[in-house]
C-alpha cells in the first residue's frame, strides 16, 4: 500500500476563488492510501515545495499528489522536489484544478466537486504508480554518412569539422555525386566542377574523415548513439595504396566498349576505370562484366602497363564491420526511366534527351566536348523544344505524383545557355506551370525570356513524331492562344521527373527508418523535426528526403550535421522512463506490435521463458527503451494485453475511468 | 476418405510425418472430433464427412512444438486460418505437412435437428465421395431425409471459395457452396432501430453462459493468455456476476480478433448456445471492406493488416453517425 | 438545383470524372487529332464541366467532332479522361433526344462496305456497356 | 423544491486527451476562461493510440454516460502516426457500439490542437448537450439481461 500525500494549492486566488481548497485536502484524506493532505498558497514557490520535501521526508511518503496548475507547467518542478527529498520523481502525479477546472467554472460548489473527483483519479492512478528510472545508453562518437554527392559530403564536412570522425559510404568508385555530372548550376551560372571540387578535395582531405567509395551498406543493427554497421567494400581489383593514379591503364585498355555511366550511356569507357578526371580516390576499378581478363582469362594489359603493380585480379570483397553513434543518410537520386513514356519518342530516337543528358553535352568534359549537336547525325541544332514535366505531377502510376522541384529553373538554365553560347538556335519551352520560389529565381527566369528571348508555351506536348527527315515533330498546345502548335524540331529535350536512388528502401529497411510510398524517407515531423527520421539517430540530408536543388540540399546537410553533432556530443543517452514493456509470460510473439511502431522499437527475440513451471523457447517482443518514445500504439494493438506502457499503463488509466465514474 | 488415409500412412511410415492430425468418429454418428493418430494402425479410427467442421489450424500451435512434422487436413476455408497463424508467426510451416482436403460443404446437425428429425441413429450421403444432395437418416422413428444444402452450415452458405490457400498436396475434390450474401444478415441488422439492435443483441447475448468455447476454438483468439485471464486489465476472471468482461466480453473479443479473423465461423459453430458470435466479427470485416477497402484476412500472408495500417485520408470516426 | 448544376452532375456521374483532378496542362488538346476541327477544345471541355457551363458544351460541334481515339485518354496526366468527359456529354444531349444505345444485332444491317474501319472501333469503344 | 423533484441529470463524461495536442487545447480553454461544464473529466494520455477500446467500454460499464477522445490533428501526431491508427480502432469501435444499438451520440473523436483553445470548449459544450439529449446511459451499462 502506498503512503500518498495530496498537496492543494490555491495558486493565491486563481483556484481558490472557485475551489474549496480546504475540502478538497479533506476529501482527499478519505481515499485509499492517503495519509496527508494539506494546502497552501502556491505550491510551486520555494515554500511550496518545501513543504512537500518536509511531507516525504516526516511522513515517509511513496507517493505524491499535487492538485495544482496543468503538469505542462509545473510537473517536472514538483517531480524534481520529490526527487530531492529522496523520492522516485515519477512517484508524483498532478491533479490539473486550474486550467480544467477553476478557470472554467464559476459555481464554488459545482468546482469544488469536480477537484475533488480529479483529485480522486489522481490518487488513484499514484497507487499503482512504480518507481521508474531514465535508462542509460552510451554514444559512440564516430558518425555514417550513406551516400557521398554534395549532401553526403557537405554534412559530413560539418561533422568533422566539430571534431567527429565520420565515415562516408558512396556506392560508385568516387564521390561527388548527381552535382559532378552537371555543368552549371544555376541561378548563378557557375561551373559545378569549379564549386563541388574542392568541398570533394576537402573531405577526402581531412583528417576526421573516411572515405569508403564503391562500398555498400550491408548490414545495420543497434540503435541510436550504437549503431554497430557492416559495409561491404566491393573488390576494385586496383590495389588502393599502390596505385598513383597515372591513368595508363585506362588508356591501354582495350575494352572501350562499356557503356559510360557518368555520360549517362552517351559514350563509352574502358573496362578499368574512373568515372571522370576529378574522381577522388583517383584510383580506378575494373568493371568485372566487361573487362576481358575476367571474361575469358586472356588479357592482363592493365597489369602489365601498371608500373606500380597495383592490379589486383585476385582481390575479393572485404567486410568492414564499424560502431556509429549516428548515421545520416543522403543516398540521393536518379531521373526516372521513361518506358511508361512512348508518346516522347524517347527510345525511338536519339535526338530526344534528358536534361541530365543535356548537362553532360554541354560539359566541356563530356561526350560532345561541350559542343551542342544531335546524337542521330552530329549536325548542330536550330531548333530546340524542351518539354516540362515529364513524369512529374503525374495522377496515375506512369510517373510520380510530385513536383520534381528543380526542372523549371535547369530548364531556364540550359535555354539560357543555349541562346547565349548559340544564338541562331531557336528555342521553345512547353510548361505547365513555371514554379520559381527561391532566392533569384524567377529573376533568373525572367532573364531567360526577356534577355534571352526563350519561347514560353503554356501547354503540354502530346507527342513528339520522328520524322522521315530526321527532325522531330512535336504536337503541343497553346492554352493561352488557344490553338495547338505542330513544331519541327531537331533536338527535344525532357525535363524528367526526379526519384529516390534505387536502393534506398533498402536502407531504410535495415535502418527502420519510415519511408513514404514514393521512397522519399520520412521525417519525423514534417514543419518541426524535418531533417530527423522518427527512427532516433538516423537523420536525412539531401534529395533522399524529398526534391531539392543544391543550395536547398547544401542547407538541409547541415541541419543534418547540426542534429548529428547534438547527439555525439553527449556522452551518454538518458531515455524517457516511459516506454512500453513487454511481459514475456504473455506475449505470443504475432509481430503485431512491431508493426504499428513509428520508431523501430520493437525486435523479437527467440527466448527462453519460465511460465509457472514450463520452461520453453519462445518468440517474444523485446522494446528497445532507448528507441521507444512511449506513444502506446503497440499496447493497443496487442492482442494478449503483454505490452503495457510505463507511466500510463492500462491498469492506471482504468483506475483513473473508475475514479471519474465513481 | 480411404485415398486420405492410404495416403497419411505412406506418408506416416516414410517418415515425412510424425503424426496426423484429422477427425476420429465421436460416440454418435454426427460429432466426430478433432484427433492425433500416430501410428497406421491408429488410423483405423480415421474418419472424414460432412461432420467434420472443425478447423484444425489451431492446433498447430501445439503441434508445432513437438518433434517432427504434423501432417494435418485443412479444408479451403481453413487454410485461412493456417496463413494467418503463420503470419503471426505461432506455427511453423516447416512443422506442418498440410493436406487440402476436398470440401462440398460441412453439416450442422442443428439445423437437421430443427427440421424436426430426431433419435438419430444413422445418416448417409454426409459422406465426402458421393455427390449427394439429400441425406438419408435413419431414425428411431423411421427413416427420413433432408436436403444436403439444407443442412450445411451458415458458413458454407457464404463459402470463401473452393481453393486452398495453402498447401502440400491436394487430396478430394472441393464445392463452392456459396449461395447467399455475406454480409446479409448484418446488413439487415444494421437497417434496424437502436431499440431492436439493443434488443436483438440483448436477448442473443442473455443466452451466454461463458463456458468459452468460442475463445477456445477460434484460431484467432490464440493469445497464451487471455485479456480475460489476465491482471493486466483488472479483467481476471472474477465471479461471473456483474463484472465488465461479462457485458463487454463478445465485443471486446470481436475486436482483438479484427483484421486477423479470417471468418472461419467455428465460434457460431461450437456455442452451444446457439448464439450466432459471427455477426460480431463480421460487421467488422463488413466495416474494414467499406471503409479501408476489401481485405481477407489469411489470403495473403505478406498483406498489412486493416488495424496496423492507415491512408491519411481514412474516413472519421464520425461517419458511423453521418450513415445513419 | 439548376438544370446545368444537374446536368453537370449527370456528366461527372456518368464519365466517372472528376473534373477537378484537372492541373490545365493541356497535354489532351496537345495530342488531339481532331483539334483543328473542335469550337471548344478538349481541355476546355473539363473546365466547362467543372465549371457547370454545360449548355455551351452541348450545343457544341466539338461534341460530334471527337473521334473518340482516346487519345486524350490515355495521356492525361492526372487521369481526368477528356475524352470520357466529351462522350458523357453526347450521351446526355442522345438522351434528351430519346435515343439509345445500339444493340449488337442492329449492326450487321447498319454495316456499310464503305464504312471506315475505324468509325466502327469507336463505334464500339463509345457504346459498349 | 419538494423532496420528490426529479433530480437533474448530471451526465458523466470522459474525455481522454493526448498530451501534447488537445490537453494543450483543454490548457489553453482554461487559460482562456473558456467554460464548458463541470460533467466533463479530462484523462491525459500520451497519444490518442494509447487510448484502448477496452477503456472506452469499461468508462461506460462503471457509469459514464458519454466518452470522447481528443488527439492531434491527422498529420500533427507528436509520433508521426498514432492518430491514424486511433482513428481506424474508433471508427471500428463507434460503428459496433452503433451496431449493437447503442446511440453513437456517446461515442465521440474530435482532433483538437494546442492551440484550438475555443474548438475544444465549444467541443465539450456541444457533446454534454448531447449526451443531455440522450438522457442515461443505460443500454451499455446493462447489455446482458438476466431475464
Redesign the interface.
Known amino acids: 500500500m502506498q503512503r500518498i500525500g495530496v498537496f492543494v494549492c490555491h495558486c493565491g486566488s486563481n483556484i481558490a476563488a472557485t475551489v474549496d481548497v480546504k475540502k478538497v485536502a479533506e476529501m482527499a484524506l478519505l481515499e485509499p492510501g492517503v495519509v496527508h493532505a494539506e494546502d497552501y498558497q502556491y505550491m510551486c514557490s520555494e515554500a511550496g515545495q518545501e513543504k512537500i520535501i518536509e511531507a516525504i521526508r516526516e511522513k515517509n511518503l511513496t507517493g505524491v499528489v499535487v492538485c495544482s496548475c496543468?503538469?505542462?507547467?509545473h510537473e517536472t518542478t514538483f517531480r524534481k522536489a520529490a526527487e530531492k527529498a529522496g523520492l522516485n520523481p515519477y512517484m508524483v502525479e498532478i491533479a490539473?484544478i486550474?486550467?480544467?477546472?477553476s478557470?472554467?467554472?464559476?459555481?464554488m460548489e459545482?468546482?469544488t466537486?469536480?477537484a475533488v473527483?480529479?483529485t480522486r483519479?489522481a490518487i488513484a492512478k499514484v497507487n499503482l504508480n512504480t518507481p521508474l528510472k531514465p535508462g542509460e545508453s552510451r554514444v559512440t562518437k564516430r558518425a555514417l554518412v550513406i551516400g557521398g554527392g554534395i549532401a553526403g559530403i557537405q554534412t559530413a564536412l560539418d561533422i568533422a569539422d566539430a571534431g567527429y570522425e565520420v565515415d562516408i559510404v558512396e556506392r560508385e568508385p568516387s564521390i561527388g555525386g548527381r552535382m559532378s555530372q552537371l555543368d552549371k548550376t544555376f541561378p548563378t551560372l557557375d561551373c559545378s566542377a569549379c564549386i563541388l571540387t574542392p568541398k570533394m578535395v576537402e573531405a577526402s582531405a581531412h583528417e576526421k574523415i573516411n572515405i569508403y567509395t564503391y562500398s555498400e551498406v550491408e548490414k545495420v543493427s543497434g540503435f541510436v548513439g550504437d549503431f554497430t554497421v557492416d559495409i561491404r567494400k566491393k573488390a576494385r581489383y586496383v590495389d588502393m595504396d599502390k596505385c598513383t593514379g597515372c591513368g595508363v591503364c585506362q588508356e591501354k585498355c582495350p575494352s572501350k566498349k562499356a557503356p559510360s555511366e557518368f555520360n549517362r550511356g552517351l559514350n563509352t569507357r574502358s573496362a578499368i576505370y574512373t568515372p571522370f578526371a576529378q574522381a577522388i580516390p583517383n584510383v580506378p576499378v575494373i568493371d568485372t562484366d566487361s573487362c576481358i581478363k575476367f571474361k575469358t582469362g586472356k588479357c592482363g594489359v592493365c597489369s602489365k602497363v601498371c608500373q606500380a603493380g597495383a592490379i589486383d585480379y585476385t582481390q575479393k570483397d572485404e567486410i568492414v564491420s564499424q560502431k556509429y553513434g549516428a548515421i545520416v543518410v543522403a543516398t540521393g537520386f536518379d531521373t526516372i526511366k521513361l518506358d511508361n513514356y512512348d508518346?516522347y519518342a524517347y527510345s525511338q530516337s536519339k535526338d530526344v534527351i534528358t536534361s541530365l543528358e543535356l548537362e553532360r553535352i554541354m560539359n566541356a568534359a563530356g561526350p560532345t566536348k561541350g559542343h551542342l549537336e544531335r546524337f542521330s547525325d552530329g549536325k548542330a541544332p536550330k531548333e530546340m523544344v524542351f518539354i516540362q514535366?515529364v513524369g512529374s505531377?503525374?495522377?496515375?502510376d506512369?510517373?510520380k505524383p510530385y513536383c520534381s522541384k528543380i526542372c523549371c529553373m535547369y530548364t531556364a538554365k540550359h535555354a539560357m545557355l543555349i541562346r547565349d553560347k548559340y544564338p541562331d538556335v531557336n528555342v521553345t519551352v512547353f510548361y505547365?506551370d513555371v514554379r520559381t520560389p527561391g532566392k533569384n529565381f524567377d529573376e533568373f527566369y525572367r532573364r531567360a525570356v526577356e534577355q534571352y528571348g526563350v519561347n514560353y508555351i503554356?501547354?503540354?506536348?502530346?507527342?513528339v513524331i520522328p520524322q522521315p527527315n530526321g527532325k522531330l515533330l512535336v504536337?503541343?498546345?497553346?492554352?493561352l492562344d488557344?490553338r495547338?502548335?505542330l513544331k519541327e524540331a531537331d533536338m527535344v529535350v525532357l525535363a524528367t521527373a526526379i526519384e529516390p536512388n534505387e536502393g534506398v528502401r533498402k536502407i531504410a529497411t535495415m535502418l527502420t527508418a519510415?519511408i513514404d510510398t514514393n521512397n522519399f524517407l520520412?521525417e519525423?515531423?514534417?514543419k518541426l523535426r524535418p531533417v530527423e527520421s522518427?527512427t532516433a539517430g538516423i537523420f536525412l540530408s539531401g534529395v533522399c528526403q524529398g526534391p531539392k536543388d543544391i543550395p536547398e540540399t547544401v542547407a538541409q546537410a547541415g541541419a543534418a550535421a547540426v542534429k548529428a553533432i547534438g547527439l555525439l556530443a553527449k556522452d551518454k543517452l538518458l531515455t524517457n522512463p516511459?516506454t512500453a514493456q513487454s511481459?514475456e509470460?504473455?506475449?505470443?510473439?504475432?509481430?503485431?506490435c512491431a508493426?504499428?511502431c513509428?520508431y523501430g522499437a520493437i525486435s523479437?527475440e527467440d527466448k527462453e521463458v519460465n511460465?509457472h513451471g514450463i520452461r520453453?523457447t519462445r518468440?517474444i517482443a523485446v522494446v528497445n527503451s532507448a528507441l521507444c518514445?512511449?506513444?502506446?500504439?503497440c499496447?493497443?494493438?496487442c492482442?494478449?494485453?503483454?505490452m503495457?506502457?510505463q507511466g500510463?499503463s492500462?491498469?492506471q488509466?482504468?483506475a483513473?475511468?473508475?475514479a471519474?465514474?465513481? | 476418405m480411404q485415398e486420405l488415409i492410404k495416403r497419411a500412412k505412406e506418408l506416416l511410415e516414410d517418415g515425412t510425418v510424425a503424426r496426423v492430425l484429422g477427425w476420429k468418429a465421436g460416440d454418435l454418428p454426427y460429432n466426430p472430433e478433432p484427433a492425433y493418430f500416430d501410428s497406421t494402425e491408429s488410423l483405423a479410427d480415421f474418419v472424414y464427412n460432412g461432420f467434420c467442421g472443425a478447423n484444425l489450424s489451431k492446433y498447430l500451435i501445439e503441434a508445432s512444438k513437438l518433434e517432427g512434422k504434423t501432417l494435418v487436413c485443412l479444408k479451403p476455408c481453413d487454410t485461412y486460418s493456417f496463413n494467418q497463424l503463420l503470419k503471426e508467426h505461432r506455427i511453423d510451416r516447416d512443422k506442418a505437412y498440410v493436406i487440402g482436403v476436398g470440401c462440398k460443404g460441412k453439416l450442422d446437425i442443428e439445423r437437421i435437428r430443427k427440421m424436426g428429425i430426431k433419435g438419430i441413429e444413422q445418416i448417409s450421403g454426409a459422406e465426402m465421395e458421393d455427390a449427394a444432395d439429400t441425406l438419408t437418416i435413419s431414425t428411431i422413428y423411421g427413416e427420413r431425409s433432408c436436403k444436403f444444402a439444407d443442412a450445411m452450415l451458415e458458413r458454407c452458405h457464404v463459402c470463401k471459395g473452393k481453393e486452398h490457400q495453402v498447401y502440400d498436396e491436394l487430396i478430394g475434390e472441393s464445392k463452392e457452396t456459396k449461395d447467399a450474401d455475406r454480409f446479409a444478415e448484418v446488413a439487415r441488422i444494421e437497417a434496424m432501430t437502436p431499440e431492436e439492435k439493443f434488443a436483438f443483441f440483448q436477448k442473443e447475448l442473455s443466452k451466454c453462459i461463458r463456458c468459452n468455447a468460442c475463445r477456445n476454438v477460434c484460431p484467432a483468439c490464440s493469445c497464451r493468455k487471455c485479456v480475460f485471464d489476465s491482471n493486466k486489465f483488472d479483467s481476471a476472471q472474477k465471479a461471473n456476476v456483474d463484472s465488465f468482461e461479462e457485458k463487454m466480453f463478445h465485443i471486446i473479443r470481436a475486436f482483438h480478433v479484427a483484421g486477423r479473423c479470417t471468418d472461419c465461423g467455428e465460434c457460431s459453430r461450437v456455442c452451444p448456445q446457439g448464439i450466432p458470435l459471427h455477426l460480431f466479427n463480421r460487421k467488422f470485416i463488413k466495416d474494414i471492406d467499406e471503409f479501408y477497402g476489401e481485405y481477407q484476412a489469411g489470403m495473403d500472408v505478406n498483406a498489412q493488416s486493416p488495424l496496423t495500417d492507415f491512408t491519411f485520408g481514412d474516413v472519421e470516426p464520425g461517419i458511423v453517425g453521418e450513415r445513419g | 438545383m439548376s438544370s446545368e448544376k444537374k446536368q453537370a452532375e449527370l456528366i461527372r456521374e456518368i464519365s466517372g470524372v472528376n473534373p477537378l483532378k484537372c492541373m490545365k496542362c493541356g497535354k489532351c488538346s496537345a495530342t488531339c487529332p481532331a483539334y483543328n476541327e473542335m469550337d471548344i477544345k478538349p481541355h476546355q471541355f473539363v473546365s466547362y464541366v467543372a465549371n457547370e457551363n454545360i449548355e455551351a458544351l452541348v450545343q457544341s460541334k466539338s461534341l460530334w467532332k471527337c473521334l473518340s481515339c482516346f487519345a486524350c485518354v490515355e495521356r492525361c496526366p492526372r487521369d481526368v479522361q477528356p475524352g470520357r468527359l466529351i462522350d458523357a456529354a453526347r450521351q446526355v444531349v442522345v438522351r434528351q433526344r430519346g435515343g439509345n444505345y445500339l444493340k449488337a444485332d442492329e449492326i450487321p444491317e447498319l454495316l456499310d462496305p464503305e464504312l471506315p474501319q475505324q468509325l466502327l472501333v469507336s463505334a464500339f469503344r463509345r457504346y459498349r456497356r | 423544491m419538494s423532496i420528490e423533484a426529479k433530480e437533474e441529470f448530471r451526465p458523466k463524461i470522459v474525455a481522454f486527451c493526448c498530451n501534447w495536442c488537445s490537453y494543450a487545447g483543454a490548457d489553453l480553454a482554461g487559460s482562456s476562461r473558456l467554460g464548458y461544464p463541470a460533467d466533463v473529466k479530462i484523462i491525459r494520455v500520451p497519444c490518442s493510440c494509447r487510448v484502448n477500446p477496452m477503456f472506452i467500454l469499461r468508462a461506460f460499464e462503471k457509469g459514464a454516460d458519454g466518452v470522447i477522445m481528443c488527439g492531434c490533428h491527422p498529420g500533427d501526431c507528436h509520433y508521426s502516426t498514432g492518430n491514424y491508427y486511433a482513428r481506424r480502432r474508433m471508427t471500428l469501435l463507434f460503428s459496433m457500439l452503433d451496431y449493437i444499438g447503442v446511440e453513437n451520440g456517446r461515442t465521440r473523436v474530435e482532433w483538437v490542437s494546442a492551440a484550438e483553445g475555443v474548438k475544444f470548449s465549444t467541443t465539450m459544450n456541444e457533446f454534454v448537450e448531447k449526451i443531455h439529449s440522450l438522457g442515461k446511459n443505460v443500454r451499455l451499462g446493462d447489455l446482458r439481461c438476466r431475464n
Open positions: 496543468s503538469p505542462r507547467m490539473n486550474r486550467e480544467h477546472c478557470w472554467i467554472h464559476k459555481d459545482e468546482a466537486k469536480k473527483i480529479l483519479a508518346e514535366c505531377r503525374c495522377a496515375d506512369r510517373g505547365i503554356k501547354g503540354q506536348v502530346g507527342k504536337q503541343g498546345s497553346d492554352l488557344n495547338q502548335i519510415s520520412t519525423a515531423h514534417a522518427p516511459c511481459d509470460l504473455l506475449c505470443n510473439g504475432c509481430s503485431t508493426n504499428v513509428p523479437y511460465d520453453e518468440r518514445q512511449g506513444c502506446g500504439a499496447t493497443v494493438t492482442p494478449s494485453g503483454a503495457d506502457l500510463f492500462n491498469r488509466i482504468l483513473e475511468v473508475d471519474i465514474c465513481r
